[in-house]
């Protein structure tokens, strides 16, 4: 059997751009925690398994997977219960091989099994936008705000505002979307954007035990919204990348928006999101008449 892994390849629609990928600490057992939950989403089938008897646990057994892996179930159960966090990469891409990851989760798992080895220091995030940043922000024409990494808005223009009156400073996108009736009108692929989002944060999160806002934020959410709940619980992370969002506007109607998100140079907590249209099609139309009315309150 070989040992080496096979990446599926990733979705060809990765959704809306998001937050940079880093790791950072969730739990106190974050590399367990990720193992089971990969685990639980493999099917017997998909891993040439015989699906016979009766299972008490969705997925792979542990055993099973510590035998498809070429380990023994003694090696795997310390894996899952923390009591091993330092696996050699042997080991890493014979579980990546076995839990079918692609390659923003075997990056994400390796970042796991690093940063175990790390002193835990806090390091202070950044929260105010540079002037420069918060300046340019206000000279574009497109809707555009400064988000962290938790989705939490630090700055947005008025033309954000009357897009998406969620779009405001002060606000969360998550919180919008999982909290908000008006959120499922407003994105008719509600579904794909929220999972899109849920995983960014997941991958952005990494390990962050240290991170207060992280925790407030999703337990907040998982109390309040059984379907953010259920997408926290599967440790799904995916890259982040620009997309083209559809909008279901009241004033102006459907439209699909390209969404980018930038990187903003000595805040790299922070990133700047724009929405813009092709050059010429009916959606640019359909922009420049929100930008014409300029303010949330004319939504």
């Not at 940079?20 to 057992?29: E, I």
């Not at 806090?122 to 340019?136: D, I, N, S």
């Not at 009108?185 to 954007?193: A, F, G, I, K, S």
């Amino acid at each position: 059997m070989s040992s080496a892994p096979v990446y599926p390849e990733p979705p060809a629609d990765r959704g809306p751009a998001g937050p940079p990928l880093r790791a950072r600490r969730s739990s106190d057992n974050p590399l367990g925690a990720y193992l089971r939950a990969r685990r639980e989403l493999v099917t017997p089938g998909q891993a040439g398994i015989p699906d016979v008897g009766v299972r008490r646990t969705p997925g792979l057994r542990r055993e099973e997977v510590a035998q498809l892996a070429g380990i023994s179930a003694d090696y795997y159960l310390r894996l899952e219960r923390g009591r091993d966090r330092n696996p050699s990469v042997h080991v890493l891409d014979a579980l990546a091989r076995v839990l079918r990851l692609d390659a923003d989760h075997v990056g994400y798992l390796r970042s796991l099994v690093a940063d175990a080895a790390l002193p835990h220091v806090r390091r202070p995030r950044t929260t105010t936008p540079p002037e420069g940043a918060r300046k340019f922000l206000d000279s574009l024409a497109q809707p555009a705000f400064i988000e962290d990494e938790h989705f939490d808005i630090v700055a947005a223009n008025p033309v954000a505002g009357a897009l998406d009156p969620g779009l405001r400073e002060g606000g969360n996108q998550l919180r919008d979307l999982f909290l908000d009736p008006d959120a499922r009108t407003l994105y008719p692929e509600w579904q794909r954007v929220t999972e899109c989002l849920v995983f960014g944060l997941r991958q952005s999160a990494g390990t962050g035990v240290d991170d207060p806002r992280l925790g407030q934020l999703t337990d907040e959410l998982s109390a309040a919204s059984g379907q953010f709940s259920e997408l926290w619980e599967r440790h799904e992370v995916r890259g982040q990348y620009g997309a083209p969002v559809r909008i279901n506007h009241p004033k102006v109607g459907e439209l699909t928006l390209n969404r980018e998100r930038m990187s903003i140079a000595g805040a790299e907590d922070l990133g700047l999101v724009v929405f813009h249209a092709d050059a010429g099609s009916v959606d640019a139309e359909k922009l420049a008449l929100l930008a014409s009315a300029g303010q949330p309150a004319d939504v």
